[in-house]
């Protein structure tokens, strides 16, 4: 009996578990029917009101489409192998992106600059107003240079032939005025922010290993070419022996803006990187262009003293003895302020480093001792460049030296425009022009002598003795920098003849640098691939690689 109570109980037990798993299995339609009636209530036909709104909106939608599809990139993604009429299309397709992308936010910023200039003060925003020719400078000279560049040239030729048509051109003159004074100051600012970067590019540890042929050639080329270009205008010109020393070193200067990166791209290509030619270009380059700026800045200095003839010998001297003291001193300063690990420390060193050069040129002129100015704020990029890598703060460096670099992008389309602007056809004599090419020509031929002599003993053979002279031709931004400062200061001491004077020493740069930043850049470009070689690769080289 108990047996089969207990069997019962089991039949009991597996009826009721059979009945659960039919209820579960029955619910489970239910669960999707009731998820597919909501679908289905979904796709119910609507309401008449939202039947007759709905065909106006797919047509709104299908005409958007058709109109904004060719000019959307999503819809038309640039090929793989585009050709010329590819990349046309795809530029000005939306949403703005490259060159349009770049002249829309410049329209859009100068916009909101001359509608503020209009609310600070209307008449600066006219047309002859302070405000408004500098923002057309800058909008014009910026788009010039970005087409010189579509045509494989130096930008800053075609920012210069924006800058000297703004000029020269009777309407745009009337239109676009900018006062002497103010195109000095901001050209004293661009050159300020030349010599800083090129103080914080010298670098202490590569010059003590510097070998004796850089030291040659950044010394003896440009004192040889400015002693050359000197005698050649006090004879051709009739100078006086102060300015044309001040026109010899204004061109004897190499430009850093076409020749590092020239050299930086043979580098990516091993072009001449076994003899050490790239890195031997730009670490004399940047002793020439500190050499020609401080000696161009104390003959200046000497040119226009107002004291004797003891004053004038000494004042020289002096003037670089005040620049050496201020930028050791402010230098070893920025040391130690603002204090490194804290927040905003790159922002904060590079505006007392800018402040400080600020200081240095314009404070200088104030107590009459302009040539210590260059020297100054040369020293005092170097000397805190110093401390900021012995103090391993190379990412504080390198983050002021990036912020520099993005304030040389906002002056350089007024440093070369202004230049431009500053030459008058009007004022020029023909004679002038052919003697200063003739200047020029003497100048550089004696320059191109004097490194193939100074390379002697390096271990070039005479193909890259003669590819390092062609890499010494170019002439842009130092000759930008200073050619105009002679006559900017006679202007503002009133001195007609001087001021004559340097309107000839700025004609004679600006076509030094019309004439050789082309050609150099070009020469530089064709005769790397035929004149330097390859590092040769041995048997074990190839069995690494492999």
């Known amino acids: 009996m108990d047996r089969k109570h207990s069997l019962r109980d089991e039949e009991s037990q597996l009826a009721m578990k059979?009945?659960?798993?039919?209820?579960?299995?029955?619910?489970?339609?239910?669960?999707?029917?009731?998820?597919?009636?909501?679908?289905?209530?979904?796709?119910?036909?609507?309401?008449?009101?939202?039947?007759?709104?709905?065909?106006?909106?797919?047509?709104?939608?299908?005409?958007?489409?058709?109109?904004?599809?060719?000019?959307?990139?999503?819809?038309?993604?640039?090929?793989?192998d585009p050709t010329r009429c590819d990349r046309l299309l795809y530029s000005v397709r939306c949403p703005p992106h490259g060159v349009v992308a770049e002249l829309l936010f410049k329209l859009g910023l100068i916009g909101l600059c001359i509608g503020f200039f209009w609310g600070v003060h209307r008449p600066l925003a006219t047309p002859g107003g302070l405000a408004f020719g500098l923002i057309v400078?800058?909008?014009?000279?910026?788009?010039?240079?970005?087409?010189?560049?579509?045509?494989?040239?130096?930008?800053?030729?075609?920012?210069?032939?924006?800058?000297?048509a703004l000029g020269n051109i009777p309407l745009m003159r009337d239109i676009v005025f900018i006062e002497p004074k103010w195109s000095a100051t901001i050209r004293s600012i661009a050159l300020v922010i030349i010599l800083t970067r090129a103080g914080l590019g010298l670098d202490p540890v590569a010059l003590r290993r510097l070998?004796?042929?850089?030291?040659?050639?950044?010394?003896?080329?440009?004192?040889?070419?400015?002693?050359?270009?000197?005698?050649?205008?006090?004879?051709?010109?009739?100078?006086?022996?102060?300015?044309?020393?001040?026109?010899?070193?204004?061109?004897?200067?190499?430009?850093?803006?076409?020749?590092?990166?020239?050299?930086?791209?043979?580098?990516k290509k091993q072009l001449g990187t076994e003899q050490g030619i790239p890195t031997l270009v730009i670490a004399s380059s940047s002793i020439d262009d500190v050499l020609a700026i401080?000696?161009?800045?104390?003959?200046?200095?000497?040119?226009?003293?107002?004291?004797?003839?003891?004053?004038?010998?000494?004042?020289?001297?002096?003037?670089?003895?005040?620049g050496l003291a201020f930028g050791i001193v402010f230098g070893m300063l920025l040391w130690y302020i603002p204090v490194t690990g804290k927040g905003q420390a790159n922002q904060q060193r590079f505006m007392l480093l800018f402040a400080a050069g600020l200081f240095?040129?314009?404070?200088?002129?104030?107590?009459?001792?302009?040539?210590?100015?260059?020297?100054?704020?040369?020293?005092?990029?170097?000397?805190t460049g110093i401390g900021w890598r012995n103090k391993a703060a190379s990412k504080e460096e390198d983050g002021v030296n990036n912020l520099f670099a993005i304030w040389w992008q906002l002056f350089q389309p007024f440093l070369f425009g202004l230049i431009g602007y500053e030459v008058n056809v009007g004022a020029i004599e023909q004679r002038t022009v052919g003697i200063g090419v003739g200047i020029l020509a003497i100048g550089l031929?004696?320059?191109?002598?004097?490194?193939?002599?100074?390379?002697?003993?390096?271990?070039?053979?005479?193909?890259?003795?003669?590819?390092?002279?062609?890499?010494?031709?170019?002439?842009?931004?130092?000759?930008?920098?200073?050619?105009?400062?002679?006559?900017?200061?006679?202007r503002e001491?009133?001195?007609?003849?001087?001021?004559?004077?340097?309107?000839?020493?700025?004609?004679?740069?600006?076509?030094?640098?019309?004439?050789?930043?082309?050609?150099?850049?070009?020469?530089?470009?064709?005769?790397?691939?035929?004149?330097?070689?390859?590092?040769?690769?041995?048997?074990?080289?190839?069995?690494?690689?492999?």
Do not use: Y
């Open 294 to 322: 401080g000696v161009h800045a104390v003959l200046l200095g000497v040119a226009f003293s107002q004291g004797g003839l003891a004053w004038k010998i000494l004042q020289g001297p002096v003037e670089m003895i005040v």
């Open 137 to 164: 400078l800058f909008v014009l000279s910026s788009i010039a240079g970005r087409l010189a560049g579509l045509l494989r040239l130096p930008p800053l030729i075609g920012m210069l032939a924006a800058g000297f």
């Open 445 to 490: 031929f004696v320059r191109s002598l004097t490194v193939v002599l100074a390379t002697l003993g390096g271990g070039f053979n005479f193909r890259e003795r003669i590819f390092i002279t062609l890499a010494w031709l170019p002439k842009a931004t130092v000759q930008a920098a200073i050619g105009s400062l002679a006559m900017d200061m006679a």
């Open 18 to 80: 059979s009945d659960e798993i039919e209820c579960a299995d029955f619910n489970q339609p239910l669960q999707q029917s009731e998820a597919t009636a909501v679908v289905n209530d979904a796709l119910l036909p609507e309401p008449a009101e939202e039947q007759r709104v709905n065909p106006v909106r797919r047509a709104l939608r299908r005409c958007c489409s058709c109109c904004c599809d060719p000019f959307l990139t999503a819809r038309h993604p640039l090929p793989s």
């Open 360 to 383: 240095a040129m314009f404070a200088s002129r104030g107590v009459h001792l302009s040539g210590a100015g260059a020297p100054g704020c040369l020293v005092l990029a170097f000397v």
């Open 493 to 546: 001491a009133g001195l007609a003849t001087e001021t004559e004077v340097g309107l000839q020493i700025l004609t004679i740069a600006v076509l030094s640098i019309v004439i050789t930043a082309p050609l150099g850049s070009a020469a530089i470009e064709i005769s790397s691939g035929r004149l330097l070689r390859k590092p040769v690769r041995t048997s074990d080289d190839k069995a690494s690689v492999a």
């Open 211 to 267: 070998k004796g042929v850089v030291i040659r050639l950044a010394f003896m080329p440009c004192v040889a070419e400015a002693v050359a270009a000197a005698v050649a205008s006090h004879l051709l010109l009739g100078f006086r022996w102060e300015f044309a020393f001040i026109l010899g070193f204004a061109l004897a200067a190499v430009s850093p803006d076409i020749t590092v990166p020239s050299m930086l791209r043979l580098q």
